[in-house]
């Protein structure tokens, strides 16, 4: 059978320094993994890679049983999303007219959007509870709206895979739980396979189900939040001391930061 999306002894990074080294992971439909490790681990280069903007040394990625940088562009991207980090545009587009670029892939040379393309792109601002914001210019909204919006972008792609990098960064306690909230109804009401790059490490054991812990480009530990986010694991890596007990709301780890001596 044939994996959903699998990296198989990749090796990458830029100029002559390999930030990824021997990295072998499997996604299977409808994960919802966070990606985590220290600055430098190589999170981002992992999702740059798994979405095609930069190319591998050693090893490859299968999405679907076909290498994904012998697949056509359009066609990878009918089927796999990625919101990057830097959110930010050079142009002060209206919230629809950026969540109909997400239909690019779909559209052929120089044909202009359908009704279809409307249609699916409004329904995906109303997916991000934005589809008051479809008439406001970009740089008019909150970090937290932006970030739907962007989102909604994403989905008007329809796609079955979707790569984030840092989806909370810059956002406030009460945005960062309200994103993570439609990802993961995104992810549970329409079986959205979802990997992302996250740096709060109670986050990702709140929503994802599998987490993989990055260590100077290679793999530490993967697994569920229970078999990564051990007191040992995080002080190997991290190498902080902190406590780690059961959130007692959810019931998985809650990772706690010691102070060092004052």
């Known amino acids: 059978m044939k994996a959903f999306f699998k990296i198989s002894n990749l090796s990458a990074g830029y100029f002559k320094l390999d930030i990824i080294r021997n990295v072998s992971l499997e996604i299977n439909p409808g994960d919802f993994m966070g990606i985590i490790g220290p600055n430098g681990s190589g999170k981002t280069t992992l999702l740059r890679l798994s979405s095609r903007v930069i190319y591998p040394r050693k090893g490859g990625i ?70 008051d914001l479809k008439d406001k210019r970009i740089d008019e909204l909150s970090a937290g709206e932006r970030q739907r919006v962007v989102i909604a972008r994403s989905l008007a792609q329809e796609p079955v895979l979707l790569f984030l990098d840092e989806p909370t960064s810059h956002l406030d306690i009460g945005h960062q739980i309200q994103i993570m909230d439609l990802l993961n109804k995104l992810n549970r009401q329409s079986n959205l396979t979802i990997v992302m790059v996250l ?25 569920t939040p229970e078999d990564v986010l051990t007191y040992k694991n995080i002080e190997a890596v991290y190498k902080t001391i902190v406590l780690v007990n059961n959130n007692p709301v959810t019931g998985r780890p809650n990772v706690i930061l010691v102070p060092g001596e004052k």
């Open 62 to 131: 299968y999405f679907q049983g076909k290498n994904i940088f012998n697949m056509d562009l359009k066609e990878f991207c009918r089927s796999v999303a990625f919101v990057a980090q830097d959110i930010s545009t050079s142009f002060s587009f209206s919230a629809l007219e950026l969540v109909l670029m997400g239909r690019i892939p779909h559209l052929k040379r120089l044909q202009f959007e359908t009704k279809k393309d409307f249609d699916i792109s409004e329904r995906a601002l109303a997916l991000t509870d934005s589809s």
């Open 199 to 223: 740096h709060d490490l109670n986050l990702a054991s709140a929503y994802c189900n599998r987490i993989c812990l990055l260590d100077s480009g290679s793999i530490f530990k993967e697994g």
